[in-house]
Nanobody, 124 residues
Framework: VQLQASGGGLVQAGGSLRLSCAAS????????MGWFRQAPGKEREFVAA?????AYADSLKGRFTISRDNARNTMYLQMNGLEPEDTAVYYC?????????????????????WGQGTLVTVSS
């Protein structure tokens, strides 16, 4: 399984970005795919996941939207209303556990494969 994340960059506060995660060796409908982020000096944190239905970090709900294109075998994260606090490296990840329950979907330990990360920088 290989995951290629892209779409990061520098954006002003209030702007938008769309991240992509292209999967190879894995079918995006098979298990759970998620986005995590790690800001400088902070621990990696859950952003969103999709398993037929989406799940979001409570603090991000309403600004970020996760989706997937089954035909392109790609997952996306649309980020609107970006704030400087959203500055981080964003990682996509795959859990092979198709039965991953909602209470565990935010746990990075449940994910088996990780992309290389894409840097998002939001200026004030």
């Amino acid at each position: 399984v290989q995951l290629q994340a892209s779409g990061g960059g520098l954006v002003q506060a209030g702007g938008s970005l769309r991240l992509s995660c292209a999967a190879s060796g894995y079918t995006v409908t098979r298990g759970v795919m998620g986005w995590f982020r790690q800001a400088p000096g902070k621990e990696r944190e859950f952003v969103a996941a999709i398993k037929g239905y989406p799940a979001y970090a409570d603090s991000l709900k309403g600004r970020f939207t996760i989706s997937r294109d089954n035909a392109r075998n790609t997952m996306y994260l649309q980020m609107n209303g970006l704030e400087p606090e959203d500055t981080a490296v964003y990682y996509c990840a795959v859990s092979l556990n198709a039965g991953l329950i909602a209470s565990r979907i935010r746990d990075s330990d449940e994910y088996h494969y990780w992309g290389q990360g894409t840097l998002v920088t939001v200026s004030s």
